[in-house]
């Protein structure tokens, strides 16, 4: 029987998105996006392709922003830049690094 493989938000998840993983499962850890998401709560996050799939404002993403992981929502999208914030309105900055989008919380 296989093990199952839940990632951290940290560079091996986004490295297995980007080696052509379509789905993995990822737990995040603090407070930053509940109620939405609890902390060490499962999601599955979905290859991000931009020729594929949109993203918009309210998704959430797991994405890297000034040094740092994160599966947190985008606010805003401006020239291939999405701003990237918790649920409570901190924004934590802009970036292209979008590795993946949350498709389910489990």
């Known amino acids: 029987m296989e093990k199952e493989i839940i990632y951290k938000e940290n560079l091996i998840a ?37 020729d594929l799939e949109t993203i918009k404002k309210g998704d ?22 999405y701003l990237i914030g918790n649920n409570h309105s901190r924004m934590n900055g802009w970036t292209s690094k979008i590795y993946g989008k949350v498709i389910e919380i489990l």
């Open 14 to 50: 986004a490295q297995k998105l980007q080696e052509g993983e379509m789905h993995i499962k990822v737990c995040g850890v603090g407070n930053s996006m509940t109620p939405i998401l609890k902390s060490k709560q499962i999601v599955i996050v979905s290859s991000f392709k931009k």
């Open 60 to 81: 959430i993403v797991f994405c890297k922003v000034n040094g740092y992981f994160y599966l947190h929502k985008v606010y805003g999208m401006k020239d291939n830049q």
